[in-house]
């Protein structure tokens, strides 16, 4: 259990991450004092930080725990060896990775929707946040890009939900773990599944395994929405002990039909096993992004989201 006093002092090691970026915004947000340091940072992290008077200590040295924050967030880029760390571990100094902090700080006693796999997540966090948004949910969220409809990546909301990408890639150098394991997904929406990070991942089974341990913490009464079209994502989808939904172009239970692009729109018919649900349309190009809408479609029903809302968030 992570304790930490209303306005304590968090500094982030490693802050120029997109990720870590974000989780800065969310901490100054809940009226955490933050600061943090980095090697290199460039935009967009870069101008973020500057727009929220966040001060960042450029490179990684001891003197920048001088003043001793109360709890350091470790980035998962930052290993042994490191002279910021080697500082954090000599001196006793309290620190958590960016996941177990978010869990405890922002994902407690809500319902935590995460949008997982190789590609499409940033696309699929970013379309349900603001469907959820539009219908006046005001969800937490956190999305590992630059969100089209929001001033920042970042909400800590309101609302009873929490919206985040589930990276699988490793939390940090004393948790080699997926970051997503720490995330208690209630709801998972499952995009294709393929090989990426070779160098974490020694093939397409570590890849798989590391998905399957994610499926399997959904409880019994979530919902897992998955990517018909990735036999890698399905043959993970079948170990759920949760309901669950397939979505896909041409096949799944959530089908895309009718698909046309007109004005520079993508229109589409949606399906739920066969019944015809309603359309949607999408300014985003390619048949991927009707993919990914439909996914966060199919996802914000599930969460008692009307239809009509849906379709008007899109427009």
């Given at each position: 259990?992570?304790?930490?006093?209303?306005?304590?002092?968090?500094h982030?090691?490693?802050?120029?991450?997109?990720?870590?970026?974000?989780?800065?915004?969310?901490?100054?947000?809940?009226?955490?004092?933050?600061?943090?340091?980095?090697?290199?940072?460039?935009?967009?992290?870069?101008?973020?930080?500057?727009e929220?008077?966040?001060?960042?200590?450029?490179?990684?040295?001891a003197?920048?725990?001088?003043?001793?924050?109360?709890?350091?967030?470790?980035?998962?880029?930052?290993?042994?060896?490191?002279q910021?760390?080697e500082?954090?571990l000599?001196?006793?100094?309290?620190?958590v990775?960016m996941p177990?902090l978010?869990?405890?700080?922002?994902?407690?006693?809500?319902?935590?929707?995460?949008?997982?796999?190789?590609?499409?997540?940033?696309t699929?966090?970013?379309?349900?946040?603001?469907?959820?948004?539009?219908a006046?949910?005001?969800?937490?969220?956190?999305?590992g890009g630059?969100?089209?409809?929001?001033?920042?990546?970042?909400?800590?909301?309101?609302?009873?939900e929490?919206?985040?990408?589930?990276?699988?890639?490793d939390?940090?150098?004393?948790?080699?773990?997926?970051?997503?394991?720490?995330?208690?997904?209630?709801?998972?929406?499952?995009?294709?599944?393929?090989f990426?990070?070779a160098?974490i991942?020694?093939d397409?089974?570590?890849?798989?395994?590391?998905?399957l341990?994610?499926?399997?913490?959904i409880?019994?009464?979530?919902?897992?929405?998955?990517?018909?079209?990735?036999?890698?994502?399905?043959?993970?989808?079948?170990?759920?002990?949760?309901?669950?939904?397939?979505?896909?172009?041409?096949?799944?239970?959530?089908?895309?039909?009718?698909?046309r692009?007109?004005?520079?729109?993508?229109?589409?018919l949606?399906?739920?096993?066969g019944?015809?649900?309603?359309?949607?349309?999408?300014?985003?190009a390619?048949?991927?992004?009707i993919?990914?809408?439909?996914?966060?479609?199919?996802?914000?029903?599930?969460?008692g989201?009307v239809?009509?809302?849906?379709?008007?968030?899109?427009?």
């Amino acid at each position: 259990m992570i304790r930490l006093a209303p306005g304590a002092h968090v500094h982030l090691i490693g802050i120029a991450g997109t990720g870590m970026g974000a989780l800065a915004g969310l901490l100054q947000e809940a009226g955490f004092r933050v600061t943090g340091s980095d090697a290199e940072i460039y935009p967009p992290v870069s101008t973020l930080l500057e727009e929220l008077n966040i001060p960042v200590k450029d490179g990684y040295r001891a003197d920048n725990l001088d003043n001793v924050p109360d709890m350091v967030v470790i980035g998962n880029a930052i290993s042994r060896g490191n002279q910021e760390l080697e500082t954090v571990l000599d001196r006793g100094i309290p620190y958590v990775s960016m996941p177990e902090l978010l869990r405890e700080l922002f994902l407690d006693k809500r319902k935590t929707i995460v949008v997982a796999g190789t590609h499409g997540k940033t696309t699929v966090t970013s379309m349900l946040a603001w469907i959820f948004h539009f219908a006046g949910r005001s969800p937490g969220y956190l999305i590992g890009g630059i969100p089209a409809n929001f001033p920042h990546s970042f909400s800590a909301g309101a609302g009873g939900e929490f919206i985040l990408e589930g990276d699988e890639y490793d939390t940090a150098f004393f948790d080699k773990g997926p970051k997503f394991l720490h995330y208690r997904p209630d709801a998972v929406v499952l995009n294709p599944v393929e090989f990426d990070h070779a160098d974490i991942f020694a093939d397409l089974d570590a890849v798989k395994t590391a998905f399957l341990r994610l499926v399997n913490l959904i409880p019994r009464k979530g919902i897992l929405i998955v990517c018909a079209e990735s036999p890698v994502a399905m043959e993970c989808a079948s170990k759920a002990y949760c309901k669950v939904e397939s979505f896909g172009l041409d096949c799944g239970e959530w089908a895309a039909r009718e698909v046309r692009w007109e004005n520079g729109s993508g229109k589409f018919l949606v399906e739920f096993r066969g019944k015809n649900i309603g359309n949607l349309e999408t300014t985003l190009a390619g048949e991927h992004n009707i993919k990914n809408f439909l996914a966060a479609a199919a996802m914000a029903s599930r969460c008692g989201i009307v239809w009509e809302q849906i379709q008007q968030a899109a427009r």
